[in-house]
């Protein structure tokens, strides 16, 4: 499928329309961090609705493992690295070439990221088992990254990717505590009605959401569902300029589904080739984690 296509076909034109108005769409009611994988399942389903309504159905159910079931729950593991383990990452991170780093982070979030450090895809590997145990099913490693927060750090309200359904979040190393707070596990946003405006506190403020505070010290972590509990941090309170927060995101998704999970293979996994036009759109490349 080429992208553009030959749009002097009537009927290549008239699908071309669809998928754009499905971007269109998903763009103008999802606008958190991470949200674009969103925006592409919803897209998707919109033009496999309307143009091969038959397969609809097997498209939703083949994506269902990477939902959450309502009745898991935040789980806090206090001293769930020691303090052997802390120093042995904080001289990683002292070693690493942090100029590689994404500048688009820097500006944006005021941290720096770090992803995949050979030390750490190995540590994750080693947790897999007891991940698996506390989230209730068989996860494998997605990917991780070391988040060095300055004291201008942003986390604004948001939902993951469900290539990062499941969350290991350990604080390394801190000026202060920086409570993460976590909603209850709940449906993929889909319908999400928030205004362009005031989408942050549609979120935090929504009455059917219970946000609790996780105040993490470090070698604390918390296992939580990123892709289906909202979550974030308010910007440090009365940070200084030497204030800081080191923390390590290990992501998991459901053993088996790293391939659906990949929105750049659906139009092969299901036979639909329009879907290339929503995979690849410009409008859905911006960066996340
Ligand atoms: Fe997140």
Redesign the pocket.
């Known amino acids: 499928m080429h992208n553009p296509p030959d749009l002097s076909d009537k009927a290549t034109a008239q699908s071309y329309l669809v998928a754009q108005r499905a971007i269109h769409r998903a763009c103008q009611r999802y606008r958190w ?2 949200c674009n994988w969103l925006r592409k399942y919803s897209a998707a389903k919109e033009l496999i609705e309307k143009l091969r309504p038959e397969r609809l159905s097997n498209f939703i159910e083949t994506i269902e493992p990477l939902r959450t079931g309502g009745s898991f729950t935040t789980r806090e593991l206090r001293s769930a690295f020691d303090k052997r383990k802390l120093i042995e990452i904080r001289d990683a991170i002292k070693h690493h070439p942090i100029g590689n780093s994404s500048s688009y982070e820097k500006e944006k979030f005021g941290r720096v990221i770090v992803h995949d450090l050979p030390p750490l895809v190995d540590l994750q590997r080693d947790i897999e088992s007891e991940i698996s145990t506390i989230v209730g099913e068989e996860i494998e490693s997605s990917y991780n990254f070391l988040s060095l927060y300055s004291n201008l750090g942003v ?1 604004e309200p ?3 990717s469900p290539i ?1 359904k499941w ?1 290991f979040d350990v604080c390394i190393e801190q000026s202060k505590v920086w409570p993460l707070y976590l909603s209850q596990v709940v449906d993929w946003p889909e319908t999400f009605a928030g205004s362009a405006d005031n989408w942050r506190s549609d979120i935090v403020d929504d009455p059917n959401l219970t946000f609790t505070a996780y105040n993490l010290e470090p070698g604390d972590a918390v296992v939580f569902s ?1 892709s289906s509990q909202w ?1 974030y941090r308010e910007p440090l309170s009365q940070a200084g300029p030497d204030d800081f927060c080191n923390l390590l995101f290990f992501h998991f998704l459901p053993r088996g589904t790293r391939e659906i999970a990949r929105a750049g293979n659906w139009p092969r996994l299901f036979a639909v080739p329009e879907l290339e036009w929503i995979v690849s759109a410009a409008a859905l490349q911006s960066a996340s984690s």
């Open positions: 961090y991470d986390c948001h939902m993951d990062a969350t990123g979550h």
